[in-house]
T-cell receptor, first 112, second 112 residues
Framework: ETGVTQTPRHLVMGMTNKKSLKCEQHLGHNAMYWYKQSAKKPLELMFV???????ENNSVPSRFSPECPNSSHLFLHLHTLQPEDSALYLC???????????FGDGTRLSIL | EDQVTQSPEALRLQEGESSSLNCSYT??????LFWYRQDPGKGPEFLFTLYSAGEEKEKERLKATLTKKESFLHITAPKPEDSATYLC?????????????FGKGTHLIIQP
């Protein structure tokens, strides 16, 4: 495996379900990010982790809960989501927070 | 608040017809400006980082330039495989802002 891998690629869930998105990077980076990409809107930063510590939380609702157990793995735990949360969720990683960010192919999330 | 505006929203060119994409930005201080390419169903693919006005980067048929207010992505003699959405993003040098602020992108179509 190379680069940034996200699983699952597609997820359909009801508003009362609990699910988790997973991201794994094989680049030896020490910073990881979650972004949301909705139709007709720019990518929106959600969370930043540097050296496994959350350094930025961009006013994201508490129904999204990130977890970074080590520098290679990042999770986004989801619960009680709303229909407007349907989007493509992208994970990225970088070496330090100044370097270019490299993205995975995302998880397409649909909320019924 | 950081802002990134990309123009045009969409561009259709004939194969071999050169053109430029524009990215205008507003930041308190620029830490870096990034260009990405995004294909349908994929995550953004990193192309270039520019750090200071006057800097230029080239890769195959693409050349990125930077001024204090905008960046251009010049595409010379494009081929159909250059068709994609091109995204511009900035990183603010202000304290604690490690994520990227993205524009909405330019959807480029190269017709054979």
């Amino acid at each position: 495996e190379t680069g940034v891998t996200q699983t699952p690629r597609h997820l359909v869930m009801g508003m009362t379900n609990k699910k988790s998105l997973k991201c794994e990077q094989h680049l030896g980076h020490n910073a990881m990010y979650w972004y949301k990409q909705s139709a007709k809107k720019p990518l929106e930063l959600m969370f930043v982790y540097s050296l496994e510590e959350r350094v930025e939380n961009n006013s994201v609702p508490s129904r999204f809960s990130p977890e970074c157990p080590n520098s290679s793995h990042l999770f986004l735990h989801l619960h009680t989501l709303q229909p407007e949360d349907s989007a493509l969720y992208l994970c990225a990683s970088s070496q330090g927070t100044n370097g270019p960010q490299h993205f995975g192919d995302g998880t397409r999330l649909s909320i019924l | 608040e950081d802002q990134v505006t990309q123009s045009p929203e969409a561009l259709r060119l004939q194969e071999g017809e050169s053109s430029s994409l524009n990215c205008s930005y507003t930041v308190s201080g620029l830490r870096g400006l990034f260009w990405y390419r995004q294909d349908p169903g994929k995550g953004p693919e990193f192309l270039f980082t520019l750090y200071s006005a006057g800097e230029e980067k080239e890769k195959e048929r693409l050349k990125a330039t930077l001024t204090k207010k905008e960046s251009f992505l010049h595409i010379t003699a494009p081929k159909p495989e250059d068709s994609a959405t091109y995204l511009c993003a900035v990183q603010d040098a202000g304290g604690g802002a490690d994520g990227l602020t993205f524009g909405k992108g330019t959807h480029l179509i190269i017709q054979p």
